[in-house]
């Protein structure tokens, strides 16, 4: 996963940096750390961020109502 792929995950999700931090326990300098020492991002991070964007993705598409619903 590269940084801008990590940065349009968490962009899809409507998170920040921080959010994903708290939400994987990372200190809040970690993914800027990956960034500026050139340190590959975890492989367990777009896995992680695989099923998010999935559970987002059927959060839309079976529980929130469209707009044709009545």
Not at 8 to 23: E, M, S, V
Not at 44 to 52: F, Q, S
């Amino acid at each position: 996963m590269t940084f801008d792929e990590f940065d349009a995950a968490l962009a899809a999700l409507g998170w920040k940096i921080a959010d994903f931090c708290r939400a994987t326990d990372l200190h809040r300098n970690t993914p800027q750390r990956w960034k500026r020492e050139g340190i590959e991002i975890p492989g367990w991070v777009p896995k992680h961020l695989g099923l998010l964007l999935e559970l987002h993705r059927l959060h839309a598409a079976y529980l929130v109502p469209s707009s044709g619903d009545a």
